[in-house]
Nanobody, 114 residues
């Protein structure tokens, strides 16, 4: 059973920072983060592939930075200048090069107070 272990969420004031981590037991081609706010659909936040190529949602570009440590099979999401609109459950995912297999973490809550 593949496990994605997420950590680093919590409550922070607007303008603050948090760093999320997601560790897996093996390497995957793509890793990244999605988020889902109450009453909204899950949306992409950021992804990074095994070559280091990154992709960000427009709403977080310039504020969030995704990175991965290949030796540790871990992906990070550094979030700065957090806004109340960033409040959501953040889900880590990992997938093979062509989208399969695909695995998801259980989700971690990030709450930004105004």
């Amino acid at each position: 059973q593949v496990q994605l272990v997420e950590s680093g969420g919590g409550l922070v004031q607007a303008g603050g920072s948090l760093r999320l981590s997601c560790a897996t037991s093996e390497s995957y081609y793509n890793m990244g983060w999605y988020r889902q706010a109450p009453g909204k659909q899950r949306e992409l936040v950021a992804t990074v592939n095994i070559g280091g190529f990154t992709n960000y949602a427009l709403s977080v570009k310039g504020r969030f930075t995704i990175s991965r440590d290949k030796a540790k099979n871990t992906v990070y999401l550094q979030m700065t200048s957090l806004e109340p609109e960033d409040t959501a459950v953040y889900y880590c995912y990992a997938e093979g090069r062509w989208g399969v297999p695909q695995y998801w973490g259980q989700g971690i809550q990030v709450t930004v107070s105004s």
